[in-house]
DNA sequence: CCTGGTCGCAACATTTGCTGTTACGACTGA
DNA sequence: TCAGTCGTAACAGCAAATGTTGCGACCAGG
């Protein structure tokens, strides 16, 4: 499986932003949490624009811009982040039709849909029981 | 996520496999599977070839050569098929080391990993309550 | 012992998606 | 007006999956 680090820099952006908040700031700047996450600003920058689609942070323009989070971290579980970076389903199909005179070549798309459709419901739960309100409480645990 | 379709050819060649053997045959070649998947002899090799390292299949060589099952489909389930084709973890970490002068570049990994173990975890046990044999009977149950 | 058919595997091309980078216009508080 | 930041396009780099070709290894059957 194509490990991508969408939805782990999604919540390192958002745990980054909620803490900053919490020590008083207003908005956080790509620029500081692309420094955290060791990565390019405008990466940041693509990543929060889709969670502010998703209406979980907003964004300010003009000078002391930056980012905010639009509602507390309590109300957004990892499956909101998910649906809001990750565009496919977990599982493909053939890339090419298969053989559609063939028995099992025309039943196997449907056969596992189905299948995978009931899998990937059982993940969303999973994801919908974590909030980044526990995220963040995991991170400030991690031991110096 | 990267759609992959490694997990769904594999279903698609061990169910072509078992019902070749069941109208009499002994072994499928790679070509005839390819055919019905609708791709290359080489690609379903390989994916075999990784079944077989996981028990799953065995191949024949020589004249007459070719792949049977190596046990019945209803002791095989995704989860085997899984894990003998997907290499790596479903979600994958920053691709460079955040920074660890951060509390949540320092703490976000472990966190993450834990949560994604969890995850993970939940997913394989889905994937255990399909056996290989519920995908057949799904196949043959496909509507003509 | 040959031969034809198939696997095993290496090598390379192609495709796709994610990530990194640069550039520049748009916006706005000071 | 200006400095700082976002918004976004464009492109390069990279990695993984997939497709393709080639060829040696293997072996049942003649």
Chains 1, 2 share one sequence.
């Not at 956080?28 to 405008?42: F, G, L, Y």
């Amino acid at each position: 499986m194509s490990a991508n680090s969408r939805l782990t820099i999604a919540a390192h952006a958002l745990a980054w932003i909620s803490l900053y908040q919490r020590q008083g700031n207003e908005v956080a700047t790509s620029e500081q949490i692309a420094s955290s996450a060791n990565t390019n600003p405008v990466v940041i920058r693509r990543l929060l624009g889709e969670l502010r689609r998703a209406g979980l942070v907003e964004s300010r323009r003009g000078a002391g811009a930056g980012w905010s989070l639009a509602r507390g971290l309590e109300s957004m579980t990892l499956l909101d982040v998910y649906e809001a970076v990750e565009p496919g389903p977990l599982f493909g199909m053939h890339r090419a039709t298969p053989d559609q005179g063939c028995t099992v070549g025309y039943g196997i798309q449907p056969a596992m849909r189905g299948i995978y459709d009931g899998i990937e419901e059982t993940l969303r739960r999973e994801l919908a029981r974590v909030t980044l309100e526990d995220v963040l409480r995991d991170v400030l645990a991690a031991p110096r």
